[in-house]
């Protein structure tokens, strides 16, 4: 992008780049700009090279190894995520890289409450089976996130699913004290 001083591809930052400090190692501008927040710079990106060499940059992986979108689903905010919904995106779709898994997956995965919430109130399927098999709401239980659990249960959420020989209680359980409050959430609920 010339007129930011900045390329669009895979780079390393110098000091003037504009974004706020050194970036992780091969961090693409559209995945800087996401974790920054600054959806304006990712929709100019998008609108100006929106042809097929751009859309590879899309596919470029973090060194966790997420792609730029997945990376915007997951640390997206719930101001972003109510916009996209709202320009038709389906809370239940699946990215086709991440095997099955939605938004919903991942947030309770990562404890986002204010994602989960959003989501849930949208009709996010708490009850859909994603990776091996695994539900938002099982995921929440096998990670001890007890508030994203109770969200989960408010909307529908079933525990009692079997994912490996375990249900989400059960996976708590093998949390030892990280998984306490999520047994308990679960023996007052019935």
């Not at 990106?45 to 992986?61: F, L």
């Not at 699946?94 to 939605?102: D, H, R, V």
């Not at 089976?129 to 959420?157: I, Y």
Request: aromatic letters at 6%; one cysteine or more.
């Amino acid at each position: 992008m010339k007129e930011l001083g900045m390329q669009v591809g895979t780079r390393e930052y110098g000091e003037g780049d504009g974004m706020g400090g050194p970036p992780m190692e091969n961090e693409t501008i559209v995945v800087k700009a996401i974790r920054k927040g600054d959806w304006g710079l990712c929709n100019s990106i998008m609108s100006t090279y929106a042809d097929e060499s751009y859309q590879d940059e899309w596919r470029e992986k973090t060194e966790d190894g997420e792609t730029p979108w997945q990376v915007a689903l997951t640390e997206i905010g719930r101001v972003e995520l109510a916009r996209l919904v709202r320009e038709g995106e389906d809370v239940n779709e699946a990215p086709k890289t991440w095997g099955g898994n939605t938004v919903l997956h991942d947030a309770c995965k990562r404890g986002r409450v204010d994602v989960v919430e959003y989501v849930v109130g949208e009709g996010g399927d708490v009850n859909g089976k994603g990776r091996q098999g695994f539900t938002p709401t099982v995921l929440a239980c096998r990670g001890g996130m007890v508030e994203v659990v109770r969200l989960c249960l408010e909307g529908g959420g079933d525990w009692k699913v079997v994912v490996a020989g375990k249900n989400g209680r059960e996976w708590a359980e093998g949390q030892g004290k990280r998984g306490e409050g999520v047994v308990e959430l679960i023996d007052g609920w019935e």
